[in-house]
């Protein structure tokens, strides 16, 4: 893991060393562990290294046969292409899965990134051929952000070092400020920095470095083209093979490897599967709330730990943590934040930090498997619907309502969303009610000036929102959904696993997320992922075997929810008030004072409102203000 910066001089002429220091400087908390530099003539690297796979030759930029490469993830499957490689006659100088990017490359060119297995992101300079090669992993666990000058070309793995050269001025990006109070998240390749883009996940970039002319790739894109030949027992196996092999692959190491475990189904089967590596007891990392037992599932992380004899590290993130650490931690992420979840992640980041340098976590389960409430809320609305109207608004029936009725139990938590959600437009297409499970901002835009809001188009919000969520090959409501979440919401929750381990110089690893356990999920028939109406229902039947009865039969689920709305009202109301009515606040233009200083009081518990606003100016402080 590791941060880097690049440099294209589109008018010929030389890089500035200083400015690409400059840029490399900011990223010292990615690669603590070592530091590159590389110019050639109108082409400049700079490269900061968190070592974690051969610690002795892995120094980067690295370079052979004319061609360097700065470079920041992990090749899970790089021994095997590796063996492949030497196969072909290729010789290796290193033991590091940097060179067998560089060898991939020769080998393939760009359909180089067909074969990888892991987590990604570089730069690469063909020097022979006068191009630049750059390639993003197929979620995008790993960043990779551009932007476009009169004169450069520039890339870096956090937009901060972008805003380091003296031809970016940081500007808000209205149009994405809309889009991140309604989703929390910017759609596509846009960042809430006016002109900043980012390379899209499962997307390659080739630059002519004699023209400037840029082109972009898809290479990957999950396929929800339905399998309709294999049985439920096959895909059943098949998962179980695959993500036991997914989590051998991603325990390879040069360091000391560890496990966020939070009681919950994704992190506990990570856990388990990775405790089978490591015979002197994994280390596990979990925390937890003293504010009640709605905000605290620390004994179910410690009955894991205690089955897979792991080595159990808990932290309490308080009141105090989080106000004295909010500016610092939207300064690491570069933009607003998807969901108070980060702030906890970081604090069991830098706990986990302290003992081992790669952690291993559940990430993705909830996309890939159909972990989120909503889809249950969902589809329990589409079964009254047919039931009353005898109607079915798919090409087959997923559930029904006699099936659903003995999981809605995992509902009882999720009354203030229920009532939300029927509250208004009951029995709508597919579209408007997932669109309003997912809006953010729950349609309280009166928390915004009459000014801003006479700059929100709800149509053309929800028009964006439809060209996603409708894909062509995603038929059913269920495979929708879980398209739209993984391609969305995903690499949003990505965003903030990566700042968050990053700015304690810890790598983040996800097994869930090995491109052959998505493929193959993607092809079920969504009946069998979604059986009755269970979430997780595939999963539990591939793995569920491995976990204590309490893990595998628990109906509430947590995701590690923070106290916002208590502390609002308690010790840390200066801090919101502060922050959210100061008079340079007001002066934005952006918000409503009065109705603002209620929600203070009167924020609802799990709720966004609160939290998008915050993030919203703090930001616009540390970046916008600042400049």
């Not at 220091?21 to 082409?43: C, F, K, Q, S, T």
């Not at 969902?378 to 009254?384: D, F, K, R, V």
């Not at 109301?573 to 340079?584: N, Q």
Request: hydrophobic share 40%; with cysteine.
């Amino acid at each position: 893991m590791c941060g880097l910066a690049g440099v294209v001089n589109l008018t010929g002429g030389s890089v500035s060393q200083p400015v690409l220091e400059r840029m490399g400087a900011v990223l010292h908390h990615r690669g603590p562990d070592d530091a590159g530099l590389y110019i050639d003539a109108n082409v400049g690297f700079c490269h900061k290294r968190l070592a974690i796979i051969d610690l002795a030759s892995g120094h980067q930029p690295m370079t052979f046969d004319g061609v360097t490469i700065a470079y920041n993830g992990e090749l899970y499957n790089y021994l095997e292409l590796r063996a492949d490689l030497q196969r072909k006659g290729h010789l290796f100088r290193t033991n590091s899965d940097t060179e067998v990017i560089i060898r991939m490359y020769q080998e393939y060119g760009a359909d180089c990134v067909t074969h990888f297995n892991g987590m990604f992101a570089f730069l690469l300079h063909d020097a022979p051929r006068h191009l630049l090669f750059t390639a993003r992993d197929h979620f995008g666990i790993k960043p990779l952000y551009f932007c476009r000058t009169e004169s450069h070309l520039l890339f870096a793995s956090e937009i901060k070092a972008l805003l380091q050269h003296p031809e970016v001025t940081p500007a808000r990006d209205l149009d994405s400020l809309r889009e991140y109070l309604t989703f929390q998240f910017v759609l596509g390749d846009r960042t809430l920095f006016h002109s900043i883009r980012k390379v899209p996940p499962g997307h390659y970039q080739v630059v002519d470095l004699r023209g400037g002319v840029l082109r972009t790739v898809r290479y990957w894109e999950p396929s929800f083209q339905v399998d309709p030949y294999h049985t439920e027992e096959y895909f059943i196996v098949e998962l179980r093979r695959l993500l036991t092999d997914a989590v051998r692959l991603q325990m390879r190491s040069d360091v000391a490897v560890g496990a966020y475990l939070s009681g919950g189904l994704d992190s506990s089967i990570i856990s388990m599967l990775a405790s089978t590596h490591v015979p002197g007891g994994l280390k596990c990392f979990t925390g937890s709330f003293r504010e009640g037992p709605d905000f605290d599932e620390s004994a179910y992380a410690r009955e894991v730990a205690a089955a897979c004899r792991a080595q159990m590290h808990e932290i309490v993130p308080t009141e105090d943590d989080f106000v004295d650490l909010m500016p610092r931690l939207v300064y690491h992420m570069d933009e607003p934040g998807a969901g108070p979840g980060l702030f906890p992640q970081y604090m069991v980041s830098r706990c986990a930090a302290s003992h081992v340098k790669v952690c291993l976590g559940g990430q993705g389960g909830d996309e890939i498997f159909g972990g989120y409430a909503r889809y249950l809320v969902a589809y329990l609305e589409q079964a009254l619907k047919g039931a009353i109207f005898e109607t079915n608004e798919e090409a087959e029936h997923i559930v029904s309502l006699k099936s659903i009725v003995p999981h809605l139990a995992s509902l009882r938590q999720y009354s203030p969303m229920l009532k939300a959600f029927w509250s208004d437009g009951v029995f709508e297409p597919m579209d408007r009610r997932y669109f309003r499970l997912i809006d953010r901002s729950g349609g309280d835009q009166h928390l915004l000036s009459e000014e801003f809001q006479a700059c929100f188009d709800g149509e053309d919000l929800f028009a964006r929102f439809q060209a996603v969520f409708n894909h062509p090959d995603t038929l059913s409501y269920y495979n929708k959904m879980t398209h739209f979440d993984l391609v969305t919401g995903l690499p949003a929750l990505l965003h903030v696993e990566d700042r968050m381990s990053m700015a304690v110089s810890l790598e983040s690893r996800v097994p869930f997320l090995d491109p052959r356990i998505v493929t193959l999920v993607t092809s079920m028939p969504p009946v069998m992922k979604f059986k009755g109406g269970e979430m997780k229902y595939i999963l539990k039947q591939a793995l569920g075997d491995i976990l204590p009865p309490r893990i595998l039969h628990r109906k509430e689920k947590m995701g590690f929810p923070v106290p916002l709305h208590l502390w609002a009202r308690g010790r840390a109301h200066e801090f919101f008030a502060d922050t959210l009515l100061a008079k340079r606040s007001q002066e934005r233009g952006l918000i409503d004072r009065k109705e603002v200083g209620r929600l203070l009081d009167d924020e609802a518990p799990f709720s966004r409102r609160l939290w998008g606003l915050l993030n919203m100016e703090l930001w616009h402080r540390q970046f916008i203000d600042a400049a």
